[in-house]
């Protein structure tokens, strides 16, 4: 039974191959419509669909992380060749469909095993962070920046600290205060935790969750914010200041052409993994496409001068504009999590003229100087 | 400027509360004609999207409110029609009423994903109202007009179910439908009635969070309040003024968690809300048994001329 249904198996996919279509398959964790993580996975296979005219494309929405297995199966049993899972938990359920399944091809989004028909990918956020820290440090008044995280997770933690860096590069008593729902979707929890902040005397908000609700209750209470992952300047035009946008397509085009090239076949992928930054442009600063800065705040930024170690007397809006355009090539003659950094407990974490490697940026635990709140597994 | 936790307490409390005691009101009513609606969720969900939809076309949100009212009316006639006219298994029928809600409000929702809303409900400040010392911040300070209409509607449904007529009839067809019936009540209507009502409730419930707590549309944005909603009935012992009660506890102790989130374990803010909810539950079915307001014919389809 077994070798028949393989045999329809290859038979369909032979079919697929004689069309001439590479079909690719994703399987997201949560709702299109989420505005967030799943959402901006589904604009990148658009845009992936859309130029590659040899591309079939389909989708899996809202999968349980248990339950990948299964839907990976429907989708081999379909003709998928590539198969792009979207979520970290997804990691073990990819490597044993893997094993299942030795001619497809699998990418696993932010996770870190990989095998030979088994690559990894990410578009990393922390510089982009670090740019809008320098903007909310220069935008704060009481002195206190409130920050909504989902989960306290390296990658989270790693854009806190990205962003508290900023924050007090530009002002160095600020704290960042931080606020964990342990959901990446719950906009209720969202909302209640901006308010406990807001109580709390905060006055400028950042976040990692996957909704605009953080925005929207800042601008309620005409309080400056920065928005995170979809473009989200239109929820509060008059408020919003930047944030992160994020352009999966980027990635999804380059491995796919790849595969289509035969680059990629399912023996070699044991090392590939992509940490995309600003430079490949899986990455923009900004609230909306073509916006790094929304116009309302610029005579701000530009009003609030700094003394900067390496620039001088400078302006924070040429300060963002300057590091930018340094940490979009590809030199990447700046870093944000470059040495001396302490961590908040007082040990030196990062020593002077050292960079963190990428393991040690997505193996970040501790936190770093001006971070107020719980930190769970902080190191001693 | 730090806030004084019991201003920002009672603030947030009430305004997180809001839509739990409108869904938690609707179901009481239900629940004292005989009728149980497990739907509460996905009536909510579908009156969110209804009245953001209705609201972002019309410009208007007390249009988007009504529309949620009428959507979330007629997705509760049709547990109506299965549990009371068809004698369906009423659990079954609300459950798949819930599941329904949020397939259908997922899928006709796609093109609302992302959109704000131009014209939420406004916050409302009570001008010398607010300036009470100790209340007047949290009470009457950017609070929203459906807080008021819930709270409205709990001293009104009380006053209804215990001191006119209708209320009589309507709790003796929760308790005994047979005597009701033979003392010329149509129970099948009363029973219609309430439902109705319930499902009108959540649909304003729902509004309540897609048009004034967070003004726009998101997949599953009800997030599970329905079935917090289904607890505080119990826990308010199918009383509306302690259904205020019991919905703001709710809503203080979920803004309690954020405020003092550095002084609390994670994963006991991470559990509240459904600890309180087990909470409820147990110290509903406790007072179960000394009878404490459960309707004697809850959840029985009642059949003309069976004992």
Do not use: C
């Amino acid at each position: 039974m077994k070798r028949v249904g393989l045999a329809v198996l290859l038979l369909l996919g032979m079919l697929a191959m004689a069309e001439g279509k590479l079909k690719a398959g994703w399987i997201y964790v949560g709702p299109i419509g989420d505005y967030g993580w799943t959402h901006a996975h589904d604009v990148g296979r658009k845009e992936a669909e859309k130029a590659f005219p040899w591309l079939k494309t389909l989708y899996v929405e809202s999968v349980p992380e248990g339950q990948v297995g299964s839907y990976i199966d429907q989708m081999v049993r379909q003709g998928v060749r590539v198969i792009f899972a979207t979520s970290f938990g997804y990691m073990d359920g990819v490597l044993e469909a893997a094993k299942r399944y030795p001619n497809v091809i699998f990418a696993h989004a932010t996770g870190f095993k990989r095998a030979p028909n088994v690559a990894t990918y990410m578009a990393d956020f922390y510089q982009v962070y670090y740019l809008n820290g320098l903007m909310a440090g220069a935008l704060t008044k009481s002195g206190k920046v409130g920050y909504v995280g989902a989960f306290p997770i390296p990658e989270v933690k790693r854009h806190i600290n990205a962003f508290t860096l900023g924050v007090r590069a530009v002002n160095p008593k600020a704290k960042v205060l931080v606020r964990w729902i342990y959901e990446w979707y719950n906009p209720a929890a969202a909302k209640e935790a901006t308010e406990a902040l807001i109580a709390e005397g905060a006055d400028v908000f950042a976040f990692t969750e996957d909704s605009p609700t953080v925005v929207q209750v800042a601008a309620e209470k005409h309080l400056p914010s920065f928005s995170h992952y979809s473009p989200m300047l239109k929820f509060a035009p008059d408020y919003v200041v930047s944030g992160q946008l994020v352009h999966w397509g980027a990635i999804y085009k380059d491995f796919l052409a790849k595969v289509y090239a035969g680059l990629y076949t399912p023996k070699n992928l044991k090392d590939v993994d992509y940490w995309w930054l600003l430079p490949q442009k899986a990455v923009e600063l900004g609230a909306d496409y073509g916006v790094p800065v929304n116009p309302k705040f610029i005579p701000a930024l530009k009003a609030k001068k700094i003394h900067h170690p390496v620039f001088g007397e400078i302006s924070v809006y040429d300060l963002v504009m300057k590091l930018k355009a340094m940490m979009s090539d590809v030199e990447l003659a700046f870093d944000p999590f470059q040495g001396p950094i302490k961590d908040r407990k007082g040990h030196l974490r990062v020593p002077a003229g050292v960079r963190l490697t990428q393991a040690q940026l997505e193996s970040m635990e501790w936190a770093v100087e001006g971070v107020t709140g719980p930190w769970p597994n902080e190191p001693k | 400027m730090v806030e004084s936790w019991w201003v920002s307490t009672l603030a947030r409390g009430l305004a997180f509360s809001a839509p739990l005691l409108l869904a938690a009101l609707g179901e009481l009513v239900a629940e004292r004609s005989g009728v149980i609606n497990l739907g509460v969720e996905g009536m909510m969900i579908l009156g969110a999207l209804s009245g953001f939809a209705v609201a972002d076309a019309s410009g208007n949100p007390w249009l988007g409110v009504m529309a949620a009212a009428g959507v979330g009316t007629l997705a509760a006639l049709l547990h109506a029609f299965f549990s009371i006219t068809l004698r369906a298994n009423t659990y079954v029928s609300g459950l798949a009423l819930t599941m329904v809600g949020l397939g259908l409000s997922g899928l006709l929702g796609k093109p609302f994903a992302g959109r704000p809303l131009a014209h939420p409900l406004p916050k409302l400040d009570i001008p010398g109202l607010s300036s009470i010392p100790w209340l007047g911040p949290g009470l009457f300070q950017g609070q929203n007009a459906l807080l008021y209409l819930a709270l409205l509607a709990a001293f009104l449904l009380w006053y209804f179910l215990y001191r006119t007529r209708g209320g009589i009839t309507l709790r003796s067809v929760g308790e005994n439908p047979a005597a009701a019936d033979a003392l010329g009540v149509n129970v099948y209507l009363v029973r219609y009635l309430a439902t109705a009502f319930g499902g009108a409730m959540a649909g304003v419930a729902g509004a309540y969070l897609s048009v004034a707590y967070r003004p726009s549309w998101t997949e599953g944005m009800t997030a599970g309040m329905g079935w917090i909603a289904l607890a505080i009935v119990i826990f308010a012992a199918w009383d509306p003024l302690r259904a205020v009660a019991a919905a703001f506890l709710f809503g203080a102790f979920y803004h309690l968690a954020y405020r003092f989130q550095a002084h609390l374990p994670p994963e006991f803010l991470k559990m509240t809300p459904y600890l309180f909810t087990v909470l409820f539950l147990v110290l509903g079915a406790l007072g179960k048994s000394v009878r404490l307001g459960a309707p004697e014919a809850l959840g029985r389809p009642y059949v003309r001329g069976e004992r």
